[in-house]
């Protein structure tokens, strides 16, 4: 069950969020690397936060307008406390249709595809904060699943768009996120 977070958390969150949004932005798509480990450092205490993102793609079939221009990422956080987490970034919020709220959270139903192997599953969007990011529940199973993948799919059906699929390179995704636990621990 995903914990209610206190108004401090929140905040905590939604600053690291933003300076996320400004480094998820300028890792070009038209980058030769699948996956970039970035880090930030909080300038009020020093505290440092890794994350893992790959390279941006857009949906197949494209998005029309005004949406035409969206491209999404897989990411991983590791948090000043050594908290891995996952989630779905996109550089324009994604019209998408909330199956229902859970805490301060908007719940999407949406399929994903570990190389021919569909399973649907539930994103989480922190609605308070307008959020271009959705979170996955279960860290641990997306990361074992990941590492037996070539191709992954995102599926989601957009409002007044219909289904649109992102389609990630998983190449090098193992070193990298180990790289990053690495990181995380020291």
Request: with cysteine; glycine share 2%; aromatic share 16%.
């Amino acid at each position: 069950m995903i914990t209610v977070f206190t108004y401090i958390e929140r905040a905590k969150m939604k600053l690291m969020l933003m300076a996320l949004s400004f480094f998820f932005f300028s890792f070009s798509a038209n980058s030769e690397q699948n996956w970039k480990i970035i880090e930030n450092i909080n300038e009020t205490n020093q505290n440092k936060t890794y994350f893992l993102v790959s390279k941006q793609v857009l949906s197949n079939p494209p998005l029309n307008s005004p949406f035409e221009n969206t491209y999404s990422s897989i990411m991983f956080k590791c948090d000043d406390k050594q908290n891995l987490s996952s989630f779905f970034g996109f550089n324009n919020k994604p019209s998408i249709k909330f199956s229902r709220t859970e805490g301060i959270f908007n719940v999407i139903k949406v399929k994903i595809k570990y190389d021919k192997i569909e399973e649907s599953i539930e994103l989480y969007n922190p609605r308070t904060w307008k959020s271009n990011f959705f979170l996955m529940k279960d860290n641990i199973f997306f990361v074992q699943k990941l590492e037996q993948t070539n191709q992954f799919t995102l599926e989601l059906n957009l409002i007044n768009q219909g289904k649109k699929l992102f389609r990630f390179d998983t190449t090098g995704f193992l070193l990298n996120y180990n790289n990053l636990k690495k990181i995380c621990s020291s």
